[in-house]
Nanobody, 127 residues
């Protein structure tokens, strides 16, 4: 399994921006579909964004469309989540996740679809 390490979280005011990074170990990163999820205190872990192994296809939860952008650099074994126009309701621990796949253009949006997870990075948006 791939090892994942997130970074880039922090405290930001409403309307601000952050860019999360998720660095993956191993030499087969381009064979993994990636996802970002978030979990607020007392709530379930929710899907945020996904990207196919090739990077051709992406998908977002409705509430972040137009504000968040997921991307990947397979040469750097890294996936990113650019978050703009942040709102207090975006406050959560953000996790990246990986799923090995033979289908380079597919993506997945459920927690149980992924079998490798990072430790999470806290994002706090103040009002």
């Amino acid at each position: 399994q791939v090892q994942l390490v997130e970074s880039g979280g922090g405290l930001v005011q409403t309307g601000g921006s952050l860019r999360l990074s998720c660095a993956a170990s191993g030499r087969t990163f381009s064979s993994y579909a990636m996802g970002w999820f978030r979990q607020a205190p007392g709530k379930e872990r929710d899907f945020v964004a996904a990207i196919s192994a090739s990077g051709d296809n992406t998908y977002y939860r409705t509430s972040v469309k137009g504000r968040f952008t997921i991307s990947r650099d397979n040469a750097k074994n890294t996936v990113y989540l650019q978050m703009n126009s942040l709102k207090p309701e975006d406050t959560a621990v953000y996790y990246c996740a990986a799923r090995r796949t033979y289908y380079s253009r597919d993506y997945w949006i459920k927690v149980n679809d992924y079998n490798s997870w990072g430790q999470g990075t806290q994002v706090t948006v103040s009002s």
